[in-house]
């Protein structure tokens, strides 16, 4: 970012002076086909790094977004190769075990200045670093088993940010919302930028509602909390988030995963910025809305436990918390994971 961006940085008016900032969205799925459709209707420079039948389908068709204010359509600049030159801001909007290989391919992209932006659900590979606790710098193994994100993005480009959009990709290029953009920014070493409020500055003028956290971590694990109780028993027991959080049967259970995340949260320092109560009535809100792992499971993706489960259960045992209910569920989830896996069996039937 040169001195002209540093500036803007400072004023962060969100103005027409921005419009010349170059804009990245790496992965155009739900979230990313959301983001890059929105700064792109107010007019700002969106390239987006997609492969595959979707990048073919984004140069011909576009994005094409149906939200809570409008249905946009636009036309953004495509590319499979890094070669589009150094960007002001890139936002990685792929699920964690995609990340490595994204990053990897589009470190071109990425200069000394560069704000990056990882919008991923779950504990972020960046967790520790510039924590400035007792594990300060260590590797969340989970979702960087071999330090390829920490070892290739500097902590100096890093904004840290959790994502509430309630969208799914109908096809590629194309996003429904079902509930207003949300995203909280801040920076890992907990203080105020410039750069932070810019970026809030740009997406709030596009119609993403974006504020600055000065503890990003306490929002990180605000939305863990939120997470761990509902994905994995909406992708268990093929439920909406309203039935998560709204059927009698299940309350016990998923009431019982949210107070081990917030324990662990505790024990790290994190303050959740909603009490269970409040997480469950928002839940119920959402009406019939599949989580992102039960939209997954249902296509045969692969699920993101490795950064909604698997990571909180890695920094659960710093501290030794076993998190029986969240193992079980776990657990649960894999073999029926397995069993969808098997090819069908002939249909036997006894004959006496």
Same mark, same amino acid.
């Given at each position: ?182 995203? %909280?920014?801040?920076?890992? *070493?907990? +203080?105020?930028? #410039?750069?932070? /409020?810019?970026?809030?500055? &740009?997406? =709030? $003028?596009? @119609? ?55 324990? %662990?949260?505790?024990?790290? *320092?994190? +303050?959740?910025? #909603?009490?269970? /109560?409040?997480?469950?009535? &928002?839940? =119920? $809100?959402? @009406? ?65």
């Amino acid at each position: 970012m040169d001195a002209s961006v540093e500036a803007q940085s400072a004023s962060a008016t969100g103005s027409n002076d921005d419009l010349d900032l170059k804009i990245c969205v790496a992965g155009v799925g739900a979230i990313g086909g959301a983001i890059a459709a929105r700064l792109a209707s107010t007019g700002r420079n969106v390239s987006v790094f997609a492969r595959g039948h979707s990048l073919e389908v984004l140069r011909s068709r576009g994005i094409r977004l149906s939200d809570a204010r409008e249905t946009v359509e636009v036309t953004v600049s495509v590319h499979d190769r890094a070669d589009f030159g150094v960007q002001d801001i890139v936002f990685l909007c792929v699920k964690a075990g995609a990340l490595p290989d994204l990053v990897a391919q589009i470190l071109p992209l990425i200069g000394p200045d560069t704000i990056v932006i990882p919008a991923v659900n779950g504990v972020p590979w960046w967790y520790f670093q510039d924590e400035g606790g007792r594990f300060d710098g260590i590797n969340v193994d989970a979702v960087d088993p071999s330090a390829t994100l920490r070892n290739n993005l500097s902590t100096r480009n890093l904004v840290g940010s959790v994502v509430y959009m309630a969208v799914h990709s109908l096809s590629p290029g194309v996003v429904e919302a079902l509930a207003p953009h949300r995203i %909280v920014l801040g920076e890992l *070493g907990n +203080r105020q930028s #410039a750069r932070v /409020e810019l970026v809030c500055s &740009l997406l =709030s $003028s596009a @119609g993403i509602q974006a504020v600055s956290s000065p503890r990003i971590r306490d929002d990180v694990w605000t939305k863990i909390s939120a997470n761990l109780s509902s994905n994995p028993i909406s992708a268990l027991m093929d439920a909406t988030l309203a039935e998560v959080y709204g059927a009698k049967e299940l309350r016990e259970i998923v009431s019982t995963m949210m107070r081990e995340a917030i324990l %662990v949260a505790a024990c790290y *320092g994190a +303050r959740i910025n #909603a009490d269970p /109560e409040k997480l469950f009535a &928002l839940g =119920s $809100s959402m @009406g019939n809305f599949k989580t992102s792992m039960l939209q997954d499971l249902e296509v045969g993706r692969a699920l993101e436990l490795d950064s909604i489960c698997d990571a909180v259960l890695e920094l659960a045992g710093h501290f030794d918390i076993p998190m029986p209910a969240t193992r079980l569920v776990l657990s649960l989830l894999r073999f029926k994971m397995k069993r969808l896996q098997r090819p069908p069996q002939p249909n036997i039937s006894n004959v006496t």
